[in-house]
C-alpha cells in the first residue's frame, strides 16, 4: 500500500458525459501528479500540483481539468467524455518535488 | 523532450532464474525509478535511483548517469514477479513530471 488513496475503483459512464476522480496523496506529500495510461498511449503524465498551484501540465486535453485543494486533495475533472478516453487513471505524490513519486491504485475508466 | 528506451520488450523466464532489464535515456536525469505493475493495474515503486546502486531483497538496480543507463536485476524469480517494469525519468528544470518507457512484460513460469 503506498499511501495514496484513489476514489471510485471503476467507473463505467456513457459519452458525453462528466466525471470526477478523487486522489488523496500520502500524509505530508505536498506535490500530485496525474498521469493516464492506455493502451494505444502508454503512460503519460497530465498535470502535476504542489501545495494547491498548478505547477506543470503535459498532454492534458482541454475537455480535463484539475485542482488540488487546501487539505491537499486533489480532483481530476473529465467532460464531454469520448471513447478514448477510456483509460487507467493514475494519482501519484511526493513529499517534494524531484522525490519519489508514490502511485495510488488507480481508477479504470470506462467510456461506452 | 526525453526519451526512454528500455529492453527487452518481452521476456519469458523459468521460476528461479535470473534476470536483467535495460533502460537507456536521452539527457541527464534529476530522478530515475524503476516501477513493477502487477496484473491488477497496480504500479508498484520499487526504486528511487538517480545515479548508483541500490539492493532490496533479490531486486537490485544501478544507474549510471553519466552514461545515460539503468539496470534492473532479479534474481530467483518467482511468479509474482511476473508484470510489467517500467523505467520512468524526470529531467527536473521547471517541472518534476516522470516520462515512463514502454515497460518490459516479464513472464515467470513455474
Known amino acids: 500500500d503506498s499511501g495514496v488513496t484513489q476514489t471510485p475503483k471503476h467507473l463505467i459512464t456513457a459519452t458525453g458525459q462528466r466525471v470526477t476522480l478523487r486522489c488523496s496523496p500520502r500524509s505530508g506529500d505536498l506535490s500530485v501528479y496525474w498521469y493516464q495510461q492506455s493502451l494505444d498511449q502508454g503512460l503519460q503524465f497530465l498535470i502535476q500540483y504542489y501545495n494547491g498551484e498548478e505547477r506543470a501540465k503535459g498532454n492534458i486535453l482541454e475537455r480535463f481539468s484539475a485542482q488540488q485543494f487546501p487539505d491537499l486533495h486533489s480532483e481530476l475533472n473529465l467532460s464531454s467524455l469520448e471513447l478514448g478516453d477510456s483509460a487507467l487513471y493514475f494519482c501519484?505524490?511526493?513529499?517534494?518535488?524531484?522525490?519519489?513519486?508514490?502511485f495510488g491504485p488507480g481508477t479504470r475508466l470506462t467510456v461506452l | 523532450g526525453i526519451q526512454v528506451e528500455q529492453s527487452p520488450p518481452d521476456l519469458i523466464l523459468q521460476e528461479g532464474a535470473n534476470s536483467t532489464l535495460r533502460c537507456n535515456f536521452s539527457d541527464s536525469v534529476n530522478n530515475l525509478q524503476w516501477f513493477h505493475q502487477n496484473p491488477w493495474g497496480q504500479l508498484i515503486n520499487l526504486f528511487y535511483i538517480p545515479s548508483g546502486t541500490k539492493q532490496n531483497g533479490r531486486l537490485s538496480a544501478t544507474t549510471v548517469a553519466t552514461e545515460r543507463y539503468s539496470l534492473l536485476y532479479i534474481s530467483s524469480s518467482q511468479t509474482t514477479d511476473s508484470g510489467v517494469y517500467f523505467c520512468?525519468?524526470?529531467?527536473?528544470?521547471?517541472?518534476?513530471?516522470?516520462?515512463f518507457g514502454k515497460g518490459t512484460l516479464l513472464t515467470v513460469n513455474p
Open positions: 520512468a525519468v524526470d529531467s527536473g528544470g521547471s517541472n518534476y513530471k516522470l516520462t
Open positions: 501519484a505524490s511526493s513529499v517534494e518535488l524531484g522525490r519519489t513519486q508514490y
